[in-house]
């Protein structure tokens, strides 16, 4: 069964600081992985995924994820954090059915 | 560009009450998801329709049914209302023809049962 993991709940990061949000995951085969974002009382936001190619994806704002399929990880990275990036991030595993982490909430302190 | 569309935003029923949620995809997109967020959760993934038939199953109970019509677009029936129904419930939309696996997600609709 697939699963993701989101290890931490919240994490906190000064503006302008690098910041990387953790996953991991399980899967049988080849996995599918997504990062959507939060706003308060909005929707899922598409950020970035990955498929198959290059194990470091570039998304929408200036976010990245690198896949690394040894530590089964999909770890979400920003080099500068911004305030406006302060959300709730979910990880996500799968396409036709998705499965989502818990979250991991970000603040960014000015 | 055209996004997934969700009716009514906010929803306030009773206890026991029905109420039926909808959703119209990006055109073009023959998916559709319906997930329910609970107050500080992470989405559940409850049922899936894909060519207007029922694609897969989640956590979805008996109380409630959904399909999805001739123009793609889905409904989902919430019969005998509990207070646990209070959620968030999305609607999410792809199509499976270009290989991009990617879910686009509605706003949303908040239901709020008293």
């Known amino acids: 069964a697939q699963s993701v993991a989101q290890p931490e709940d919240q994490v906190n990061v000064a503006e302008g600081n690098p910041l990387t949000v953790k996953c991991t995951y399980s899967?049988?085969?080849?996995?599918?992985l997504f990062w959507y974002v939060q706003y308060p009382n909005r929707g899922l936001q598409f950020l970035l995924k990955y498929i198959t190619g290059d194990n470091l994806v570039k998304g929408s704002y200036g976010f990245e994820a690198e896949f690394n399929k040894s530590q089964t990880s999909f770890h979400l990275k920003k080099p500068s954090a911004l305030v406006s990036d302060s959300a709730l991030y979910f990880c996500?595993?799968?396409?036709?059915?998705?499965?989502f982490g818990a979250g991991t909430r970000l603040f960014v302190k000015a | 560009a055209a996004g997934v569309i969700q009716s009514p935003r906010h929803l306030i029923k009773e206890k026991r009450e029905t109420a039926t949620l909808k959703c119209y995809p990006i055109p073009r997109h023959d998916t559709v998801y319906w997930y329910q967020q609970g107050p500080g959760q992470d989405p559940q993934f409850l049922i899936s329709f894909y060519e207007k038939m029922q694609s897969d199953k989640g956590s979805i109970p008996d109380r409630f049914s959904a399909q999805q019509f001739s123009d793609y677009h889905s409904e989902l029936n919430m019969s005998s209302l509990e207070l646990g129904d209070s959620a968030l419930y999305f609607c999410a939309s792809m199509t499976r023809n270009d290989g991009e696996e990617t879910q686009y997600f509605g706003p949303g609709t908040r239901l709020l049962v008293l």
């Open positions: 899967v049988s085969g080849n996995p599918y």
């Open positions: 996500a595993v799968g396409g036709f059915k998705t499965i």
